[in-house]
């Protein structure tokens, strides 16, 4: 799964910013990004601490870029910068005190683009690297919720599911957002996004407001982004099983083939991506944040070193720019833009 990740990582290089400096796992991790070419690394807190952190653990920093929030050169224009962002919500001597700390430290190193994207959580909460990036780093242009999303991985199998980690009970439009944020995330990870609108209920079958909320956001994406292919409300069995989806919604160019999941709230995709995990054998990679401007990525405080690894690859891949995508011109039109381009330039010849 990350082999192309790291092909297209080592084509377009990136840094990522790592807030816990003197976590062995982390040190880990960076060895081997750095070793390996994959990308730079910037390590976050006191340099003598971090290097005698590495040297204890065996672990080769010397291509890591070391950052000691309390000595940075650059300090007053950060505090300037993270003062004109907050907008009079914090002092300059709150901001100042707040840059002390590697979670908003490192999320203005991203900012200021120090950094391409930031991963931490290997101590901190979820809360504490969420917070920062939606104070300073925002939604991007369109987006109003960050969101979250699962990849699950079974041998050569990928599902995408969201929202499983950050929006409680998400209205319509969060629905909208998540689902076309998750279809982004899908193509990351190689995968053709056939999204399911996950519910009780299959296009009308049961009724209730969860039924109408997420029929209705069903509506809502395919005007949103009609060339998304999306089926919803459907049933889990309906948007996994051709035989289950024949009788339900025969002709539906998602059901009985559904590879990303949209849950109607965090019970129901909490609960699913765990019953995936735990009964169906699949590893889930994640959460990966959505809808920020930068990726801003969160680790449980229970993971690996390998963990690590493989999800610094994906918040780096997640940081290059989407290659915009073209409509194919057909002869016959290429032919006729070329005859209306000479003979516009026999007209303005002739007005010469």
């Not at 053709?192 to 209920?201: I, R, T």
């Not at 559904?258 to 994640?286: E, M, Q, S």
């Amino acid at each position: 799964m990350l082999t192309k990740m790291i092909e297209n990582l080592k084509k377009n290089p990136r840094t990522i910013v790592f807030t816990e400096g003197t976590d062995n796992r982390i040190l880990d991790a960076a060895s081997k990004l750095t070793a390996e070419g994959i990308m730079g690394v910037i390590l976050l807190g006191n340099v003598d601490e971090v290097k005698a952190a590495a040297k204890a653990g065996g672990y080769a920093i010397d291509q890591c870029q070391i950052i000691d929030p309390l000595t940075y050169p650059e300090m007053d224009a950060m505090v300037a910068e993270m003062v004109k962002l907050r907008k009079g919500k914090m002092t300059e001597e709150k901001v100042r005190k707040a840059l002390t700390q590697s979670n908003y430290f490192g999320t203005m190193l991203v900012k200021m683009g120090k950094g391409d994207c930031l991963l931490g959580g290997a101590t901190y909460s979820t809360a504490d690297t969420v917070r920062p990036a939606l104070q300073l780093i925002k939604t991007k242009p369109g987006n109003k919720i960050v969101s979250s999303c699962f990849i699950m991985v079974k041998g050569d199998e990928r599902l995408a599911m969201g929202d499983c980690a950050i929006n409680i009970d998400p209205s319509e439009d969060d629905l909208v957002e998540i689902a076309i944020e998750s279809a982004r995330t899908a193509r990351v990870f190689g995968i053709d996004p056939k999204v399911a609108m996950l519910s009780y209920s299959t296009l009308g079958s049961g009724k209730g407001d969860s039924v109408t909320k997420v029929a209705n956001a069903t509506k809502k994406i395919k005007e949103a982004a009609p060339d998304l292919a999306v089926e919803g409300e459907i049933q889990f069995d309906a948007s996994v099983s051709p035989e289950v989806a024949a009788i339900k919604c025969s002709g539906s160019p998602v059901a009985g083939q559904a590879n990303t999941f949209i849950f109607p709230d965090i019970n129901a995709g909490n609960i699913g991506y765990k019953i995936a995990a735990r009964l169906g054998g699949y590893t889930a990679v994640g959460p990966v944040l959505q809808g920020l401007n930068a990726p801003i990525n969160d680790l449980s405080r229970g993971c690996t070193a390998e963990e690590v690894y493989s999800m610094s690859i994906v918040t780096a891949a997640l940081s290059i720019p989407e290659e915009p995508e073209y409509d194919v011109i057909d002869e016959k039109d290429l032919e006729m833009i070329t005859r209306l381009v000479i003979e516009t330039l026999k007209v303005i010849k002739g007005l010469k």
